[in-house]
């Protein structure tokens, strides 16, 4: 089953991010009814999916530096190349706007 984590900006829900392989593809896809700012300049609203063979640069960039992620990575047990649960332990400590949470 693939994993999908709510994306918000500005405390609005801006998207979904799926894990359709793990550690190899993921979907950005904007929610419907999505009328904020990008979530990135590079992710216009437009487009509405984005497909990623690989951690998307953008959300990787959201992550700690390599010390805090080790950290982070040997006090949650978690994988490095499990981006959708870094996401979620860092949750709404993310870089700038951008907040993390399981989506249910």
């Not at 805090?68 to 979620?88: A, T």
């Amino acid at each position: 089953m693939n994993k999908i984590i709510k994306i918000y900006n500005n405390g609005i829900v801006a998207g979904f991010l799926e894990e359709l392989d793990r550690g190899k593809k993921y979907r950005f896809k904007y929610n419907i009814g999505y009328k904020s700012d990008p979530i990135s300049l590079t992710m216009p609203i437009e487009k509405n999916i984005y497909d990623f063979t690989g951690i998307p640069p953008f959300f990787d960039g959201l992550l700690p530096e390599e010390l805090r992620i080790q950290q982070l990575l040997k006090i949650k047990k978690l994988d490095r190349n499990d981006i959708l649960s870094l996401l979620i332990a860092i949750g709404k400590n993310l870089k700038g706007t951008i907040e993390a949470e399981v989506n249910e």
